[in-house]
């Protein structure tokens, strides 16, 4: 497609739930991004993409949030265990070598 | 650390006046882009500046570029109502593979009708 599509719109887990986000990058993007907006603040970058294999996840908390780009399917970002510090707007990105990025609208987590 | 940083925090303006925006980073970059986000929405790309590049204008934008300073602005000309947006710069370093594009903290624009 041409737009980066990103579900659900809306995510509202308890304490210490599973979150899992999804996002279709454009058709032809070979790097995706995610990032992490807390309160409309600045976008805290957590991991991104060359096709499927990881590039730099420097800015995950690996001990409960992951992610993956498969071939064929919608990337995704799982938060195990979620706190309430993961509450944020979770927007991911997509583009081409050294271009633009391209941005969804994002995913509202909400953790209760 | 953060790359690119932004300031003002917050400016706000009349219609019809210009507003500018300052970004500063840290290290040496290949390309600096400015980004606008309305309320709720993600971000929309602008503009990109590469690094050897001084200035680049696209309609009511001019963005410079300045390497020795680490320093870029982004001016708005004859602003308008609908401009009202928080404005990031963001970039990517030259030290890496363009694994990963950094935003700054943003400028929060209103103008006053």
């Known amino acids: 497609g041409e737009e980066v599509a990103q579900t659900p719109k809306h995510l509202v887990r308890g304490e210490g739930q599973k979150a899992k986000l999804y996002c279709a990058p454009i058709?032809?993007?070979?790097?995706v991004f995610w990032y992490q907006q807390v309160l409309k603040n600045e976008f805290k970058f957590l991991i991104s993409?060359?096709?499927?294999?990881?590039?730099?996840e420097t800015g995950m908390p690996k001990e409960r949030f992951s992610a993956k780009c498969l071939p064929n399917s919608p990337c995704s970002l799982e938060i195990q265990a979620t706190k309430l510090e993961d509450s944020a707007v979770y927007f991911c990105?997509?583009?081409?070598?050294?271009?633009?990025?391209?941005f969804g609208n994002g995913t509202r987590l909400t953790v209760t | 650390s953060q790359q690119g940083e932004e300031d003002p925090q917050a400016l706000s303006i009349q219609e019809g006046e210009n507003a500018t925006m300052n970004c500063s980073y840290k290290t040496s970059i290949n390309n600096l882009q400015w980004y606008r986000q309305n309320s709720g929405r993600g971000l929309v790309h602008l503009i990109l500046i590469r690094s050897n590049e001084r200035e680049k204008h696209s309609g009511r934008l001019r963005v410079t570029l300045d390497t020795s300073k680490k320093s870029s602005s982004l001016l708005i000309t004859a602003s308008r109502a609908a401009d009202t947006a928080s404005y990031f710069c963001?970039?990517?370093?030259?030290?890496?593979?363009?694994?990963?594009?950094?935003f700054g903290p943003g400028t929060s624009l209103s103008v006053i009708p």
């Open positions: 963001a970039t990517d370093s030259m030290k890496t593979s363009y694994d990963k594009v950094i």
């Open positions: 993409f060359q096709n499927e294999n990881v590039f730099d």
């Open positions: 058709k032809g993007h070979s790097y």
């Open positions: 990105a997509s583009s081409q070598w050294r271009s633009p990025l391209h």
